[in-house]
């Protein structure tokens, strides 16, 4: 049994008890040598203790009191640390129970692929048992173009001055970005906006629209080829850039987008979709008006990239620092954050802010220290193979670039650009360079889908993964084969067997801890005898067992209960399954095993009414036992508030006691100043008599 995780601060009640025996006789004792003490004091003219004699009267007045209090105390900490132990083993059994809750526990496959060359198989628990034939015809490829050669990596292709590429989409059969509008101040459209014929969503590669006078350009990125998907992408892009909720884009009329502002106040014009994105060497971010400690005007570009600014510089108390820049958004704001989180790490301290507001981009020292030297470098780029390699690949705009060397010896180094994989893939490129750039793509390399037959029904993809075709398998294409693939999947009850044989573990451990709590002869270490007589705890037992070895909620055609599994409870209530008996039942009803325990169900809430099975009901009913507002969390929590009542009776208790010593304590002083003066009358007296004595008998 694992109770070690859970803890207590309580002593048993046996060893409190007597404690307190001994010290209410040793107090009982003393009283009786003080007594005796001041009868031998008065006869004998000695004096007397009296702050001892205050106290141990005090002493035998408090101890009975407050050894009854503290004996409750004690086995309240007691119960306290019984339910602790009860509810971390539920909590166990809980974890066992909810590993065998739902359908997809029980449904570990394997696949076997018997072409390996051809593609590789993977499955997931919602993959059935079976066969299945895949012949893959021909993989999915993307464009790729390559230019004509230059001399090296450094040829310059425009004078030295920036230029853009243009690269063009020519899945255009079906497509139309539609006809933009302005409809009012805070409020523009694009009407009738289509997909291609062979829908993509990478139909669209640009959005552009002005807001405030500021111009964007995103990337659309749908989820699905469909104007519902690109308004939400393109209104999830517009809100990230600016910072709020105010921008939003949905489908007007099921044709339109619409673009609006919820304030009203912006200004939203010339909305504009494309099947073309650019790619510019100078990205068109701005470096503002450095001040001493401030920058003012900088701002990302028009297609907005995190990549936008190089370098950040500033002198802090005559050191100068630079750092590279890394928000995590395309905005001032998460720039300034950014460059603050850096500062404070070169800084070792938090005495650094970066902030943002309205224009300005400010830095602050909190003790006073001297900024000096604030600046921003963009990126920029190369008007060179090298350079635009480095741009395009930059600006995560769908497209990679690889700078390539032929070996030839004239003009060796050509730009290979690759688009992404699938038929409607292809694109066209031009350019505004003074050196004409010229692309070709060779035979073979246009872009195209995957083609496979998976069980006699051909089937066309873009990519070469592919997950949609058999449930719960994915199907990783290698290359075109002649020879088809037979797939097997197959159920592995290895690791189910493993769960329900914890299950046995779980409940053992927390039927033995609910018996040692409850048993008075317990020899158990903090938690044993702790909840003798406890009839909530008998009730959970009894609960747990009714639940757990009761007939399910969701009966199979054969198998009903635990019992029918190899479970067995023997006369000590000790859980135990019969592996031979398990086996069988996985084997020849297993469909009946998993109604059993699940339902077939799978994540059903802890609060759904619905039956859920074995394990789903069981997992139910320890969670509202375990709850806050839970009988077991109540009992603890009501012995705690009376340990509370019971240490104010303590504390008032002890109040009263001072003030009872404090009143003995005057009392004994008087009885001994009185005392004392007796006896010095006694001594004068003695003292006279023995004087006339002496004159009388004359000696």
């Given at each position: 049994m694992a109770t070690s995780a859970v803890s207590s601060t309580s002593t048993t009640t046996t060893s409190t008890l007597s404690a307190n025996k001994t010290a209410a006789a040793a107090t009982a004792a003393a009283n009786k040598a003080a007594a005796q003490k001041i009868l031998t004091s008065l006869s004998a003219g000695s004096g007397v203790d009296t702050a001892s004699l205050a106290q141990n009267l005090v002493d035998a007045e408090q101890l009975p009191q407050a050894n009854a209090i503290n004996a409750k105390i004690t086995k309240n900490d007691s119960k306290v640390s019984g339910i602790s132990a009860v509810m971390f083993m539920m909590s166990e059994l809980q974890t066992a129970l909810t590993a065998v809750k739902d359908r997809d526990s029980f449904n570990t496959v394997t696949a076997v692929n018997s072409n390996t060359g051809a593609l590789n198989v993977s499955a997931s628990s919602a993959a059935t048992a079976g066969s299945h034939t895949v012949s893959v015809s021909a993989l999915s490829s993307p464009q790729r173009s390559i230019s004509t050669g230059f001399a090296s990596a450094d040829t310059s292709l425009n004078g030295g001055s920036p230029f853009s590429l243009t690269l063009t989409g020519a899945n255009t059969a079906g497509l139309s970005v539609g006809t933009p509008s302005t409809t009012a101040t805070f409020q523009a459209t694009i009407?009738?906006?289509?997909?291609?014929?062979?829908?993509?969503?990478?139909?669209?590669?640009?959005?552009?629209?002005?807001?405030?006078?500021?111009?964007?350009?995103?990337?659309?990125?749908?989820?699905?080829?469909?104007?519902?998907?690109?308004?939400?992408?393109?209104?999830?892009?517009?809100?990230?850039?600016?910072?709020?909720?105010d921008l939003s884009v949905t489908v007007s009329g099921g044709t339109d987008l619409m673009i609006s502002s919820f304030t009203t106040s912006r200004a939203i014009s010339s909305p504009a979709l494309s099947n073309a994105v650019e790619i510019n060497l100078d990205n068109g971010a701005s470096v503002g008006t450095s001040g001493t400690s401030t920058i003012t005007g900088a701002s990302f570009g028009a297609y907005p990239s995190t990549?936008?600014?190089?370098?950040?510089?500033v002198t802090i108390d005559g050191t100068p620092r630079s750092l590279v820049p890394g928000p995590t958004a395309p905005t001032m704001e998460a720039?300034?954050?950014?460059?603050?989180?850096?500062?404070?790490?070169?800084?070792?301290s938090t005495d650094i802010s970066v902030s943002y507001s309205g224009s300005e981009l400010k830095v602050v020292s909190a003790s006073g220290r001297a900024i000096a030297g604030t600046s921003l470098t963009k990126t920029s780029y190369d008007d060179t193979p090298a350079g635009l390699a480095a741009a395009i690949n930059a600006s995560n705009r769908g497209f990679k670039a690889q700078l390539v060397n032929d070996g030839g010896s004239s003009l060796p180094y050509k730009l290979m650009i690759t688009g992404a994989t699938g038929s409607t893939e292809g694109f066209s490129l031009s350019s505004t360079s003074s050196t004409a750039l010229s692309f070709?793509?060779?035979?073979?390399?246009?872009?195209?889908?995957?083609?496979?037959?998976?069980?006699g029904i051909s089937y066309q993809r873009k990519s070469n993964t592919i997950t949609d075709i058999v449930p719960g398998l994915t199907l990783n294409l290698n290359a075109a084969s002649s020879t088809p693939a037979t797939v097997l999947i197959a159920r592995d009850t290895t690791d189910i067997k493993t769960k329900l044989a914890s299950l046995v573990t779980a409940y053992n451990?927390?039927?033995?801890?609910?018996?040692?709590?409850?048993?008075?002869?317990?020899?158990?270490?903090?938690?044993?005898?702790?909840?003798?007589?406890?009839?909530t705890v008998r009730m959970v037992r009894q609960q747990m067992r009714a639940l757990i070895f009761g007939a399910s909620s969701t009966p199979g055609t054969s198998i009903k209960s635990l019992g029918e599994l190899g479970y067995t409870l023997d006369q000590k209530g000790v859980l135990s399954l019969d592996s031979s008996k398990l086996d069988s039942a996985l084997t020849n009803n297993y469909a009946d095993v998993i109604k059993l325990f699940t339902g077939g169900h799978n994540k059903l809430s802890a609060f759904s009414s619905a039956p859920a099975g074995i394990a789903g009901d069981a997992v139910k009913k320890i969670t509202s036992l375990l709850?806050?507002?839970?009988?077991?969390?109540?009992?603890?929590?009501?012995?705690?508030?009376?340990n509370t009542k019971y240490q104010a009776?303590?504390?008032?208790?002890?109040?009263?006691?001072?003030?009872?010593?404090?009143?003995?304590?005057?009392?004994?002083?008087?009885?001994?100043?009185?005392?004392?003066?007796?006896?010095?009358?006694k001594t004068s007296l003695k003292s006279t008599f023995d004087g006339m004595m002496a004159a009388y008998t004359n000696k």
């Open positions: 009407a009738s906006p289509t997909f291609g014929t062979a829908a993509s969503v990478t139909d669209f590669k640009n959005f552009a629209v002005t807001i405030d006078g500021k111009a964007y350009s995103l990337t659309p990125a749908p989820a699905t080829a469909t104007l519902k998907d690109l308004a939400a992408n393109l209104q999830s892009q517009l809100r990230a850039i600016d910072g709020s909720s990549s936008d600014f190089s370098a950040f510089k720039l300034a954050a950014n460059l603050q989180m850096q500062l404070r790490t070169l800084d070792a070709a793509t060779p035979s073979g390399y246009t872009a195209s889908d995957a083609l496979l037959n998976v069980d451990d927390f039927n033995d801890i609910v018996n040692q709590t409850t048993d008075p002869k317990s020899t158990l270490d903090t938690y044993g005898a702790t909840l003798v007589g406890d009839s709850a806050k507002t839970g009988p077991l969390t109540t009992k603890s929590d009501n012995a705690n508030i009376e009776r303590l504390d008032k208790l002890q109040v009263r006691m001072d003030a009872l010593l404090v009143r003995y304590q005057k009392q004994f002083a008087s009885m001994d100043s009185l005392v004392g003066s007796v006896n010095s009358q």
